[in-house]
């Protein structure tokens, strides 16, 4: 029997191999151990689904356990929030009953059915982890959730606001969280989404995410941020070392700026390392477009 072309990379138990005892016993020495009982052809490539392997492995053996939290965004492919790889993030599964933080104003956790066992949905999976982590943490998984409530790729109307008061809405019926309120489907990358939730904790309140815009040319574009009319664009420099896409934001930011707006720039590695600096670097350069 071809164990892997029946289960992937999902765990399974010798009782769902339909296999004889000295099968078994033959095909297990090229078997991956997960767990007691537990096995896979082979270990995942990708950081995310071998913890999805773990999951799987602790649930297999329960009846009536789920994924949640790390476990269920890993399952549900949203964000990393931890700053550490998945290999390292602890498997997090509960019952049906699981209290997930508090602040949840009633439990909602009606298994989803995936490839790797039961999970929370994407509503209760965003309020179990706006109620456990800091807002900008936070923020990176329910923007995400958000854009994927939102149901389309469409720019314009990720950026509208009827589309982010419909998703907060069905957000906040599960939980009244910070991380829920302040959710937005318009926000394009989790470190757009971390650097927001910190500009909102130094005060700065009026700033929306992936605004539509237009450039001197008449070009459209959408901008990361926009905080008092400046532009605030988020990114790695790795994007930069690519001399087409260097010359191509060059004129992008040439053209934007052609229309008044001043234009502001922090890197995702500068962010990450120390956001309390490039907060800092953005109140500043604020400061010097007010009128003295």
């Given at each position: 029997?071809?164990?892997?072309?029946?289960?992937?990379?999902?765990?399974?138990?010798?009782?769902?191999?339909?296999?004889?005892?000295?099968?078994?016993?033959?095909?297990?020495?090229?078997?991956?151990?997960?767990?007691?009982?537990?096995?896979?052809?082979?270990?995942?490539?990708?950081?995310?689904?071998?913890?999805?392997?773990?999951?799987?492995?602790?649930?297999?053996?329960?009846?009536?356990?789920?994924?949640?939290?790390?476990?269920?965004?890993?399952?549900?492919?949203?964000?990393?929030?931890?700053?550490?790889?998945?290999?390292?993030?602890?498997?997090?599964?509960?019952?049906?009953?699981?209290?997930?933080?508090?602040?949840?104003?009633?439990?909602?956790?009606?298994?989803?059915?995936?490839?790797?066992?039961?999970?929370?949905?994407?509503?209760?999976?965003?309020?179990?982890?706006?109620?456990?982590?800091?807002?900008?943490?936070?923020?990176?998984?329910?923007?995400?959730?958000?854009?994927?409530?939102?149901?389309?790729?469409?720019?314009?109307?990720l950026a509208s606001e009827r589309c982010?008061?419909?998703?907060?809405?069905?957000?906040?019926?599960?939980?009244?969280?910070?991380?829920?309120?302040?959710?937005?489907?318009?926000?394009?990358?989790?470190?757009?989404?971390?650097?927001?939730?910190?500009?909102?904790?130094?005060?700065?309140?009026?700033?929306?995410?992936?605004?539509?815009?237009?450039?001197?040319?008449?070009?459209?574009?959408?901008?990361?941020?926009?905080?008092?009319?400046?532009?605030?664009?988020?990114?790695?420099?790795?994007?930069?070392?690519?001399?087409?896409?260097?010359?191509?934001?060059?004129?992008?930011?040439?053209?934007?700026?052609?229309?008044?707006?001043?234009?502001?720039?922090?890197?995702?590695?500068?962010?990450?390392?120390?956001?309390?600096?490039?907060?800092?670097?953005?109140?500043?350069?604020?400061?010097?477009?007010?009128?003295?």
């Amino acid at each position: 029997m071809d164990l892997e072309s029946r289960f992937g990379l999902r765990p399974f138990a010798f009782e769902e191999t339909g296999l004889a005892l000295r099968q078994w016993r033959a095909a297990k020495r090229d078997l991956q151990r997960i767990r007691r009982g537990i096995y896979a052809v082979r270990w995942a490539p990708d950081a995310r689904l071998r913890h999805c392997q773990k999951v799987c492995a602790e649930l297999l053996p329960r009846t009536n356990h789920l994924a949640i939290g790390a476990s269920a965004l890993a399952i549900l492919d949203l964000p990393n929030p931890y700053f550490r790889s998945w290999d390292r993030v602890d498997v997090t599964v509960g019952g049906p009953k699981t209290r997930t933080s508090t602040g949840i104003l009633r439990s909602r956790l009606d298994p989803i059915p995936t490839p790797w066992g039961p999970c929370t949905d994407l509503l209760d999976t965003a309020a179990h982890i706006a109620g456990e982590l800091p807002l900008p943490q936070a923020l990176m998984v329910t923007d995400a959730v958000a854009r994927r409530l939102a149901g389309t790729t469409d720019r314009f109307w990720l950026a509208s606001e009827r589309c982010r008061t419909e998703v907060r809405r069905r957000l906040l019926e599960v939980a009244n969280l910070p991380a829920l309120r302040l959710a937005d489907p318009a926000a394009e990358s989790p470190a757009e989404s971390f650097f927001r939730g910190h500009v909102l904790e130094a005060g700065l309140r009026d700033l929306k995410c992936g605004v539509p815009m237009k450039g001197a040319s008449g070009d459209q574009y959408f901008v990361d941020l926009l905080i008092d009319g400046l532009i605030v664009e988020v990114d790695g420099r790795e994007k930069y070392k690519n001399l087409q896409v260097l010359i191509a934001e060059k004129r992008r930011e040439d053209d934007l700026r052609a229309t008044g707006r001043g234009f502001h720039r922090s890197f995702v590695e500068d962010l990450y390392a120390d956001p309390k600096a490039e907060v800092d670097r953005l109140t500043h350069r604020l400061r010097l477009a007010l009128p003295a």
